[in-house]
Every structure is written in C-alpha cells, then in structure tokens.
C-alpha cells in the first residue's frame, strides 16, 4: 500500500527561478495538505484541500506561492520566483474525510535555494 | 507566537532509561492532542494520541500524560532504546472552517545512547 508520494526529493535551485513541488495522496483520501518544516520555525501549514478544492491557505507566505489541486491524485506546489529563504523541507500530507486531525504524511522535498 | 510550546528541544537519554517531552497549550479549543515520530529523512508519523477527557494513554512503551486545568501534556517514553532516536512533536488540534486544524509545535530530537 503506497502511502503518500513527492518529487523532487530534493531540489537545488538558483534564486528567482520557479520551483514545482509535486504530491500523490493516498488513494481515498480526500483531504491534502502543505507543510513547511524549518528549524525556526517547525512545522507550519500552508495549504489544506478538501475534495480538490483549496479551504484554509492562511499559511500561505505570500503571493510566490500558489497550489493547485486538478483532481483527487495530484497536487502541486509553485514557489516563483524563488528566495533563498523559501530553503525549506516541504511535505505533502493526506487524511480521511472527516479524520484531519490523523495525517499522513509523505518523504518531504528538501529544497535549497541559492 | 506559538500555540504549542514545547521542551527541551534536545535530549540525550541512557538505553533503558525514561524519555520525557513537555507541550503546553493556551487555547482551550484544541480538542485533540497527537504525537508525531520523525526518523532522518522521513516525513512525521502519528505515534499516539489522546483526548481531554482522559489523563493517560498508553501504547506499549509509550504513555501520553495529559493534565487539563494545566494545559499541559507530556509524552513518556519508557526503556528507551537507539531506535527510538528520532525527532518527536507534540501537536493540538481543533476545529476550524470546518476542518481539524493542527498546529505542531517546534519539535524535540531525542537520542538514545548504548
């Protein structure tokens, strides 16, 4: 049983170029989420999906960041134009309908930004 | 401004020893209180959960210890062992626009010594 999937593992990449973060669910959940793991921070929610469709990005930090989710199975997340700051572990998480507070969560994408 | 304070933020322990992590909490809508197990590398894992309306949990070597009136929580870990070295967070969770909402807080890597 697959859990839940990324890529890019990891990303290097060069400030002001445009980052895509990529995240399969877990097959039945409806429910996705974006995180960003730092040391100053821990983790923070950026983004919640219910059903495809975007409820809470309070967390997200600004206008350079979009998410979409086009159907059940994928989800990316944009970063453009990058900042060094963006440096980051971000994870993919999914739950059940109606169980948000159980998530499961995927590898991560550690992504460097020069 | 954190939600979920938590302590230390490292700790070494003796094999066999007693792991202890502290969280502390201030809003009183949070409803339900996990615990997430990070190895290297690996996204966080559910570990062991409660709810408000018991002060204790326990899974094996694992006990949650919850005091209400103080707003406090406590993960145990007892006859910690080298494979238990990982990072733990403490987390609270409460409704909002719908949704389980949980906030993590920073975290605590723990290693456990031979």
């Known amino acids: 049983d697959a859990g839940v999937i990324q890529s890019p593992r990891h990303e290097v990449t060069e400030m002001g170029q445009e980052v895509t973060l990529r995240c399969k669910p877990i097959?039945?959940?409806?429910?996705l989420f974006w995180y960003r793991q730092t040391m100053m921070r821990g983790l923070e929610l950026l983004i919640y999906?219910?059903?495809?469709?975007?409820?809470?990005d309070s967390g997200m930090p600004e206008d350079r960041f979009s998410a979409k989710m086009p159907n059940a199975s994928f989800s990316t997340l944009k970063i453009q134009p990058s900042e060094p700051r963006d440096s980051a572990v971000y994870f993919c998480a999914s739950s059940v309908a109606g169980r948000s507070e159980t998530q499961y969560f995927g590898p991560g994408t550690r992504l460097l930004v020069l | 401004q954190q939600q979920v304070k938590q302590s230390p933020q490292s700790l070494i322990v003796q094999k066999g020893g007693i792991s202890i992590i502290n969280c502390a909490y201030e809003?009183?809508?949070?409803?339900?209180f996990p615990w997430y197990q990070q190895f290297p590398g690996k996204g966080p894992a559910l570990l062991i959960a409660i709810r408000p309306d018991v002060s204790e949990k326990k899974e094996g070597r694992f006990t949650i210890s919850f005091n209400k009136s103080a707003k406090q929580f406590s993960l145990h870990i007892m006859d910690s062992q080298p494979g238990d070295s990982a990072t733990y967070f403490c987390a609270a969770s409460r409704s909002s626009g719908g949704y389980q909402k949980v906030t993590f807080g920073i975290g605590t890597k723990l290693q456990v010594i031979p």
């Open positions: 809003n009183t809508a949070f409803d339900y």
């Open positions: 999906f219910n059903n495809n469709v975007p409820i809470d």
């Open positions: 097959s039945g959940h409806n429910s």
